[in-house]
């Protein structure tokens, strides 16, 4: 089998925020084959996507590819002109984004986006690209494939979008797919349906394929190799079996470690978890119109829950179940339209602009996007500092030391106090968020999918440390995820959440045996680090048909 990409000693630089130019990839190599499927994995700023895009002569603003060879299907992509490349573009090679959601226009039609490349290249007639896009669309597995090009962007589902990005990107009859981490976004079940679809149409086109990722998991199910890459450097190659099995370089052992997060400890306190610290009753919140005193639309219908003193609950469900809108109702952003909330004994109002001092103290949310949670104007001394002078009023010298305790805490460097958001990686900024939470002094900490957005080792090292402030501290946790895995590591129950109530409660030793067929749908969808697992995977159809979100 030849090889359709040669990639030799690739050295790319890239100016840092003071100017200085640094060497991100240093010295890549990496072989595909026709047909190959192969997967880039590492943490954030590991080089994955820079080498990814360099396949099609490209480097983001601020980049420049500095040396090496990158051969596509017999052209050095890096000694073309920018107009040829541009030819190459769509046509040899295509790309899959991240999001669909923000690639595609949403006042054009979805038919118009898919043939829009056979249009620009002159590939076919319009109506020969319309045919052929039906034909990606059935592939696909799209729903109504003759008629879903008719519909415009926000009339599908992320799952369906996703897989229509990659309708667009197969139309031209590309030799390669980059695949950019296509599925992180996706509900674990969406997941599933993209995957297969991904899979089952690039193996008909017999086309060849980078998948960039974090998630080995994920990764398991769809490539033939995998490269590990590290800082900018090759740290391991091999089949996609002889990694997971039997894995050579140390950072890939850490990698694959991270997949089997250390099951949460007994309480050393046997009294512990016998006292209630929040107890929420037939609570119901939702948007919209409201109709004898309850809004038509119910994002949380009638849900009870009870979190005991030292201990956690965990709620899963996919987007759009109400978990997350369930947190800010118990923290108060988003007033309950009925129910009762009980916070260690006393009932709350349903605002927090109603709450006491110390009930808003004692109960503090630390949010998915530290990006977004965080002032970028502000030091990290100043985001850690607020809520120690609004909470405990101290002096600028007690808060100073306060802060150092607090870094201590989180496992940061005190020297991070003077460095704004920007300049901190996505692990140290959802510690710094996470510091700022521990600086009210709370007793519950309600945890809004804080891992999502972080890749696997990071991840990891944070439910480790949510576990050691739990021991020292006495802490409990509210952990909001749609990652089971996240969750069993670290929470004695787990609610299961579908369409605004809960359906379903079970401990982490009964997670093979629930109850509900939603949760059956959803625990059983969940990848395993094992190739055969998708190829093997048999879903109850009707549980598909009334439970998936397609």
């Not at 890549?28 to 192969?38: N, P, R």
């Not at 107009?83 to 595609?104: C, H, M, N, W």
């Not at 039997?246 to 694959?256: G, I, K, M, Q, S």
């Not at 997060?261 to 978890?273: F, M, S």
């Amino acid at each position: 089998m030849s090889n359709l990409v040669e990639v030799r000693n690739l050295r790319i630089e890239a100016k840092t925020d003071a100017g200085r130019l640094v060497e991100i990839i240093k010295g890549v190599s990496l072989d595909i084959a026709d047909g190959e499927i192969v997967a880039l994995i590492g943490e954030s700023g590991s080089g994955k996507t820079t080498v990814a895009l360099s396949l099609m002569g490209y480097a983001r603003p601020g980049c420049r590819i500095t040396g090496g060879e990158i051969n596509v299907n017999g052209k050095n992509m890096a000694a073309l002109s920018e107009k040829e490349r541009a030819r190459l573009r769509g046509t040899d090679i295509a790309y899959v984004p991240q999001s669909a959601a923000a690639s595609f226009n949403p006042s054009s039609t979805i038919m118009e986006q898919v043939i829009e490349v056979t249009r620009i290249h002159k590939l076919m007639s319009p109506e020969q690209a319309r045919q052929r896009a039906v034909e990606l669309f059935r592939a696909l597995s799209l729903p109504d494939p003759e008629g879903i090009g008719a519909r415009y962007p926000h009339q599908v589902s992320g799952g369906q979008l996703q897989r229509l990005s990659a309708a667009m990107a197969l139309i031209g009859d590309p030799k390669l797919v980059i695949f950019d981490e296509p599925t992180t976004a996706l509900d674990v079940t969406t997941q599933i349906d993209v995957l297969k679809a991904f899979k089952s149409a690039m193996r008909a086109g017999g086309i060849a394929g980078v998948y960039v990722s974090h998630d080995l998991a994920v990764v398991a199910q769809i490539a033939d190799r995998i490269v590990v890459l590290k800082a900018g450097e090759v740290q391991e190659t091999g089949s996609t079996a002889a990694i997971l099995s039997a894995a050579h370089h140390p950072y890939t052992r850490e990698l694959l470690a991270a997949f089997e997060p250390k099951p949460r400890q007994a309480h050393a306190d046997a009294d512990a978890g016998t006292k209630q610290l929040l107890r929420i009753d037939n609570v119901t919140a939702g948007y919209g119109a409201v109709r004898d005193g309850l809004p038509l639309i119910r994002a949380v219908d009638s849900v009870s829950l009870v979190v005991e003193k030292g201990r956690n609950l965990g709620i899963i469900g996919e987007s759009g179940c109400g978990k997350s809108t369930l947190a800010r109702v118990i923290a108060g952003i988003h007033p309950a339209a009925a129910g009762a909330i009980v916070f260690d004994g006393k009932e709350l109002q349903r605002a927090a602009r109603k709450r006491s001092h110390d009930q808003l103290r004692e109960m503090q949310i630390v949010f998915q996007y530290a990006d977004t949670a965080l002032n970028p104007a502000k030091p990290v001394e100043d985001i850690i500092s607020r809520p120690l002078a609004f909470y405990h009023r101290l002096d600028r010298q007690a808060r100073s030391k306060r802060v150092d305790e607090l870094l201590d805490m989180v496992r940061l460097p005190r020297g991070l106090r003077y460095r704004h958001p920007s300049e901190l990686s996505g692990g140290q900024k959802q510690r710094v968020n996470f510091a700022r939470a521990l600086a009210a002094n709370p007793k519950l900490i309600i945890c809004d999918e804080i891992t999502s957005a972080l890749d696997t080792v990071v991840a990891a090292a944070v439910i480790e440390l949510l576990k050691e402030l739990q021991r020292e501290l006495g802490l409990s946790y509210i952990f909001i995820s749609h990652d089971l895995s996240v969750v069993e590591a670290i929470c004695d129950e787990i609610m299961v959440m579908y369409n605004g109530e809960r359906v379903e409660q079970i401990t982490p030793d009964k997670l093979t045996a629930p109850t509900h067929p939603y949760s059956k749908l959803l625990f059983s969808s969940v990848p395993k680090l094992d190739p055969t697992w998708l190829d093997g995977l048999v879903r109850d159809p009707e549980l598909v048909n009334q439970y998936g979100h397609r």
